[in-house]
């Protein structure tokens, strides 16, 4: 994507591969400042401190990560103790578990001089598929919001189409383009008129720092509204469709993504309003078929639900506290929406329903 003229990807190799670029999102939208990654414990510090977040992108920097550990020691115990740092970062998007697979079985069977080059090679690809991936929900997503649009009763056609998303699933959470904001982007490019209600998504506000940061870069009309203003919009006819992503989407078509989305989708179904998931396959554990029972949902610190982070006047601090001193708080990270209340599954092989069929549909020829 474009950020003041010039083409940025979310994460790139420096050196000739010696450092990992990537952008510090804790500090957008406020500044843009970029981060040199040299030690598998800065890649893993990165994803844990959410500098890198989103699911297929903390997966790309888990996989550098490992050729960042490799460079050091390319024996099997740094490789084992590197893919056991990285793996403990963040437990919810399977993405990083089958990136640090995919890198691993790539290079155990090599010749330790040989490792390095070869996570390398592995992790430019992985990153690579990422971007194709996510192009291609943007074009699979598209004909749907032309679908949608041209369903739309006379008297609305050509005013713009009103899609809401939760958190971000941006270029920002991805290589580039996105999963949710993908078909957003190539809508607005085609010249659909879009317009997006972007929930806020507290306590981090992705939504309010990321999503509207990259949406209104590529001018793309948006609203940055409260958590709790969906439903209220969807109960007045203001939403045609929603899109979030996922962190990990279950065999049988649940997804789990950031918290607040099975609330979005409970409303969506309450008032007809489709509710699509966008999804590269790597997304997909095909281990586990019940998502409310089996996904690991991260618990994030309470400090981010009794504290509130925002771009402070000079002097004053970067984030005050919102509740009474002694005020507890509980911050699980993510939530399972199941599978009947998600209208259809956008993926980069095409749109499925949300169930062990659609998907076998889809992906059983891999
Ligand atoms: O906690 P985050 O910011 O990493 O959560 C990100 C999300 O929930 C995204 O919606 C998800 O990773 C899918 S995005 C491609």
């Given at each position: 994507?474009?950020?003041?003229?010039?083409?940025?990807?979310?994460i790139w190799l420096e050196e000739g591969g010696r450092s990992v670029g990537v952008i510090d999102q804790t500090l957008l939208p406020h500044r843009f400042v970029t981060r040199s990654l040299t030690s598998v414990e800065e890649a893993a510090e990165a994803i844990v401190t959410?500098?890198?977040?989103?699911?297929?992108?903390?997966?790309?920097?888990?996989?550098?990560?490992?050729?960042?550990?490799?460079?050091t020691d390319p024996s099997d115990a740094s490789l084992a103790a590197a893919f056991e740092r990285l793996d403990a970062t963040r437990p919810t998007a399977i993405n990083l578990r089958w990136a640090l697979e995919r890198v691993r079985a790539k290079v155990l069977p090599l010749a330790p001089q040989q490792r390095a080059e070869a996570a390398k090679?592995?992790?430019?690809?992985i990153a690579e598929e990422d971007v194709a991936m996510c192009e291609a929900i943007g074009d699979h997503g598209l004909r749907l919001f032309q679908e949608i649009a041209a369903r739309r009763p006379e008297e609305r056609r050509g005013q713009p189409l009103n899609v809401l998303t939760h958190c971000n699933a941006g270029w920002l959470a991805t290589v580039d383009w996105g999963t949710a904001l993908a078909p957003?982007?190539?809508a607005h490019r085609s010249g659909l008129p879009i317009h997006v209600w972007v929930d806020e998504t507290r306590p981090r506000n992705q939504g309010a720092s990321l999503t509207a940061f990259e949406l209104g870069r590529e001018g793309v009309p948006h609203t940055v509204i409260v958590d709790n203003a969906g439903g209220h919009l969807m109960q007045h006819g203001q939403v045609d469709a929603v899109i979030v992503g996922t962190?990990?989407?279950?065999?049988?078509?649940?997804?789990?993504?950031?918290?607040?989305?099975?609330?979005?989708?409970?409303?969506?179904?309450?008032?007809?309003?489709?509710?699509?998931?966008?999804?590269?396959?790597?997304?997909?554990?095909?281990?586990?078929?019940?998502?409310?029972k089996e996904i690991p949902i991260e618990a994030r610190s309470p400090l981010e639900v009794t504290r509130i982070a925002g771009k402070p006047a000079a002097g004053e601090p970067t984030s005050v506290q919102l509740v009474p001193d002694g005020s507890d708080g509980f911050n699980p990270a993510f939530d399972v929406t199941p599978a009947r209340l998600v209208t259809a599954l956008i993926t980069e092989r095409g749109v499925a329903p949300a169930s062990e069929a659609g998907l076998q549909a889809l992906y059983a020829a891999a």
């Open positions: 994507m474009n950020i003041d003229g010039r083409p940025w990807r979310t959410m500098v890198v977040r989103g699911a297929p992108l903390i997966g790309v920097t888990g996989a550098y990560g490992l050729m960042l550990a490799l460079q090679a592995e992790a430019a690809a957003i982007y190539k962190d990990r989407t279950t065999r049988t078509g649940d997804v789990c993504n950031k918290i607040g989305t099975y609330l979005k989708a409970l409303a969506a179904h309450d008032n007809g309003v489709p509710f699509y998931v966008a999804l590269p396959g790597s997304t997909i554990d095909w281990s586990i078929g019940d998502g409310v």
